[in-house]
């Protein structure tokens, strides 16, 4: 039962990987139109959307991390 649980934890928390998917989507389109709007705002652009992307990957790699540590390890680290 205990493991049936973790199961579905882990799956729940893989759930968290789709919002900064869509996040990331969404930004870059919005700096793509932007660049194609001003082009001498380009490299500008490119630069904060980089920084932008890699904050928002980084939720969604702890989301990652969480759901195998709970399909990993159900009765916790110690147990």
């Not at 998917?21 to 001498?40: C, H, K, T, V, W």
């Not at 990957?57 to 147990?79: H, K, Q, T």
Request: aromatic fraction near 8%; glycine fraction near 16%.
């Amino acid at each position: 039962m205990i493991k049936a649980c973790s199961r579905i934890g882990a799956g729940i928390a893989a759930v968290g990987v789709f919002g900064p998917g869509i996040g990331i989507g969404i930004a870059a389109s919005r700096a793509l139109e932007g660049m194609a709007r001003q082009p001498e705002m380009e490299a500008s652009l490119r630069n904060n959307g980089i920084i932008f992307a890699a904050l928002m990957e980084a939720l969604g790699l702890f989301a990652f991390v969480v759901a195998i540590l709970l399909y990993m390890f159900p009765l916790g680290l110690g147990g």
